[in-house]
């Protein structure tokens, strides 16, 4: 069992330590304001090719070989290590 006592009220430590300790908080919504390009296609992809990102792109392009013409899709990359994800016009 720990000795660890829970306190009344939690807050969160300012830092968490290593390179995304300080990118995580327990807040919700936008951190900045941010306008993210936009193509002509229908759907805008926000991602990076990391096993969840290249989900979507996978889907979109499965549902493009079935004939889906509504499918198109302009992708562009986001920087998580900079915060990117934490911007308006993403959230």
Same mark, same amino acid.
């Given at each position: ?12 430590? %300012?830092? /968490? ?5 300080? $990118?995580?908080?327990?807040? !919700? #919504? ?26 979507? %792109?996978? /889907? ?5 070989? $079935?004939?889906?013409?509504? !499918? #198109? ?19």
């Amino acid at each position: 069992m720990s000795d660890y006592i829970l306190p009344e009220v939690w807050e969160n430590p %300012t830092s /968490m330590g290593g390179a995304w300790g300080g $990118l995580n908080q327990p807040t !919700a #919504g936008a951190r900045f304001e941010q306008t993210l390009p936009k193509g002509d296609q229908p759907f805008q992809l926000y991602t990076l090719p990391t096993p969840n990102g290249i989900k979507a %792109t996978i /889907m979109l392009e499965e549902l493009k070989e $079935l004939g889906v013409t509504q !499918a #198109g899709y302009d992708a562009y990359r986001i920087k998580i290590g900079d915060g990117d994800q934490f911007g308006s016009d993403f959230v």
